[in-house]
Structures are given as structure tokens and as C-alpha cells.
């Protein structure tokens, strides 16, 4: 959604514990150094399990464009 110029996105995942998963986050780590690079303190970007569900939160402060 987008609301004052500020773009809030949400996504949940079910994690799937019948895969061999071996990342090591790189993914992720790569999205915050390009946050940190292009909206450097005008973000916000968190990631969190609970229950077997995978949250991401990411908020933009669009208006500094």
C-alpha cells in the first residue's frame, strides 16, 4: 500500500521443511545493502519466522524522490 508517500509491502511464506535449503541468507543480505545504498536511512526492512511462516516487511519513504 501507499499512503503519504510512504510504500508499506508485507509478504508471508510457509517455510518448507521438506527441502534441503542451504542458503545463507546472501539474497536477503543483498536487499539491504541496495536499500542502504538507494533510500539510506529512509527505509525500513525486517524478516522474521514464526510458526513455520516466513514475514518480510519493507517500508519506503517515497517523498525524497
Known amino acids: 500500500t501507499v499512503e503519504n508517500n510512504i510504500l508499506i509491502f508485507t509478504i ?3 517455510i518448507n521443511q521438506n527441502k534441503n ?3 545463507l ?3 536477503l543480505g543483498n536487499i539491504k545493502k541496495r536499500l542502504d545504498l538507494f533510500y539510506h ?3 525500513e526492512f525486517s524478516t522474521n519466522i514464526r510458526e513455520e ?3 518480510t516487511y ?3 519513504n ?3 524522490w
Open 12 to 14: 508471508e511464506n510457509k
Open 25 to 27: 541468507g546472501t539474497g
Open 53 to 55: 511462516i516466513f514475514f
Open 21 to 23: 535449503n542451504l542458503s
Open 62 to 64: 517515497l517523498a525524497w
Open 41 to 43: 536511512n529512509k527505509h
Open 58 to 60: 519493507l517500508k519506503l
